[in-house]
């Protein structure tokens, strides 16, 4: 079972950047297709970021794209939500998560209901 632990949130003002991280452990990290979701307050969880086992496919939400950048780094286990030009409408808790790949087929998952582990969330605030 693997583990996520995110960090890298904080308070910045609009336009800045902030990069997040989320450390895995207790699996193999590369047999994982990873992802971002964010959840504001009142709303839905929502699909940010996706990137494959092996980072070679990436997938992005429109509401970020060209922004927001994901990354892994599999000999570190860690991904990465790299966020420039941050807005406030991106003040929300983010969320990784990992999809257990079946096969070796590079696989990149953009739907919550698929994903099967989660970390705890790191606030991200972004303000006018």
């Known amino acids: 079972q693997v583990q996520l632990v995110e960090s890298g949130g904080g308070l910045v003002q609009a336009g800045g950047s902030l990069r997040l991280s989320c450390a895995a452990s207790?699996?193999?990290?590369?047999?994982?297709?990873m992802g971002w979701f964010r959840q504001a307050p009142g709303k839905e969880r929502e699909f940010v970021a996706a990137?494959?086992?092996?980072?070679?496919?990436?997938y992005y939400a429109d509401s970020v794209k060209g922004r927001f950048t994901i990354s892994r780094d599999n000999a570190k286990n860690t991904v990465y939500l790299q966020m420039n030009s941050l807005k406030p409408e991106d003040t929300a808790v983010y969320y990784c998560?990992?999809?257990?790949?079946?096969?070796?087929?590079?696989?990149?998952?953009?739907?919550?209901?698929?994903?099967?582990?989660w970390g705890q969330g790191t606030q991200v605030t972004v303000s006018s």
């Open positions: 990137i494959s086992q092996s980072g070679g496919s990436t």
């Open positions: 998560a990992a999809h257990r790949a079946t096969s070796y087929t590079a696989v990149v998952v953009t739907t919550n209901h698929e994903y099967g582990y």
């Open positions: 207790g699996g193999t990290f590369s047999n994982y297709a």
